[in-house]
């Protein structure tokens, strides 16, 4: 069965960097679209970060260059290194897998707080 378990969230303060995990069983990253996606206190959860089956990867523009998205084939793990933190980056942080367009799975999320 799958499943998605975040890892490596975190207080960091501003300027820090944390580095993500998502260690998944039941299912093959490289056959998967796989996301990082944020939700802050009420906000709506947004894209961070995604990457295809090909390693084709996007990032939503506030955290360009900053945020880098990774996948270890071997390890069936996903990464999300975070640099230059900020605090409007504070969130829960969630792994999101996309098998097939009418499936989908979603890891319970890892906590960062990024302090002024």
């Known amino acids: 069965q799958v499943q998605l378990v975040e890892s490596g969230g975190g207080v960091v303060r501003t300027g820090g960097s944390l580095r993500l995990s998502c260690a998944a069983s039941g299912i093959i990253f490289r056959f998967n679209v796989m996301c990082w996606y944020r939700q802050a206190p009420g906000k709506q959860r947004e894209l961070v970060a995604g990457i295809g089956r090909s390693g084709r990867t996007n990032y939503a523009d506030s955290v360009k260059v900053r945020f880098t998205i990774s996948r270890d084939i071997t390890e069936n793990t996903l990464f999300l290194q975070m640099n230059s933190l900020k605090p409007e980056g504070t969130a829960i942080y969630y792994c999101?897998?996309?098998?097939?367009?009418?499936?989908?799975?979603w890891g319970h999320g890892t906590q960062v707080t990024v302090s002024s």
């Open positions: 999101y897998a996309l098998p097939t367009t009418t499936t989908e799975y």
